[in-house]
Structure formats: structure tokens, C-alpha cells
């Protein structure tokens, strides 16, 4: 593994998931000069989609797993953009998290800070981005979190 950000992916224990196929009409990523589009990628494990409403049926806590799911879909699309080749990332530039909660739910940022976290862990200063955290009434196949992203690539 010569890949830096394959060896660290190896280092912490986490591997990429296959870059999952669209659900609807669209498609996954689109690349735009240097900058790559990620189409939102939902809260899915092993076993399938992570579902649940934040305040109500899952805490913080597992929320926050659900949105490191969504960061691993999230750079295994980047993979696949880049031809198999993740040496090609330059840097997270944004990341838009979306947290199926109650109205009364207000640790948006807490949730998707399991995203942020595991990209900066990952990625150094390179996974540092910009970001937004809003609250959704519901998400596709009732998963708990859906992060999309943008990314500068080589």
C-alpha cells in the first residue's frame, strides 16, 4: 500500500465500503475541472441501511456512527472517481450533513461531527472543510444521516 491515505485508512482500522450504486435517477459523483460533486450518501453498515430519528430512537452517539458510515461511502465515491487512485484527493472542501431528528433536536453538529472527525483523522488538514448540519423531518429509506460532498482532486 503505498497510497498515504490508503495506509491510514489501514492504520485505523477502516476499510471503504464499495462505492454504493445511486437509488434514483442520478448519478453518484460528477467531476468539474478540479473540484468533484458527491451526491449525498446515506447512513448504511454491514447489515444495511442505519435508520432511526435522532431524538426519538438513536443518541448522539450513534447518530455520530451513522455519519462515519456516510464519510467512508462518501471517499470510496471519491475512489471511484478517481480510478481507483485515492492519492488523487487534495482536499475536503465542503460537507452537508442531513440528520433525520425530532423538532426539538438540536445537536445537528454533533451528529455530523462523526463525519468531520473521521476525515481529519484520516486526512489531516486535508479532510478540515466547511460545512453545514440541518435537520431533516425524514431521509430516504429512513436512514439516520445522508452527507453529501465536495472535493478538489489532481
Known amino acids: 500500500m503505498s497510497d498515504p491515505i490508503e495506509t491510514r485508512l489501514a492504520e485505523l482500522g ?7 450504486a445511486p437509488a434514483a435517477n442520478y448519478v453518484p ?9 458527491v451526491s449525498g450518501q446515506v447512513s448504511m453498515g454491514p447489515d444495511g441501511f442505519i ?9 448522539v452517539e450513534d447518530g455520530a456512527a451513522a455519519a462515519v458510515a456516510c464519510a467512508l461511502s462518501l471517499l470510496a465515491q471519491v475512489r471511484a472517481a478517481c480510478g481507483g487512485d485515492l492519492s488523487r484527493l487534495k482536499r475536503v472542501v465542503k460537507l452537508t450533513g ?50 453529501e460532498g465536495i472535493f478538489e482532486i489532481a
Open 29 to 37: 459523483y460528477v467531476i468539474s475541472g478540479n473540484m468533484l460533486y
Open 14 to 20: 477502516l476499510t471503504l465500503p464499495d462505492a454504493p
Open 51 to 59: 435508520t432511526g430519528k435522532l431524538g426519538q430512537d438513536l443518541s
Open 98 to 147: 442531513f440528520v433525520n431528528s425530532t423538532p426539538d433536536f438540536t445537536d445537528q453538529p454533533k451528529v455530523i461531527n462523526g463525519a468531520s472527525d473521521t476525515l481529519a483523522e484520516i486526512l489531516g488538514d486535508a479532510g478540515r472543510h466547511a460545512r453545514s448540519a440541518v435537520s431533516a423531518a425524514s431521509l430516504p429509506f429512513g436512514v439516520a444521516v445522508e452527507i
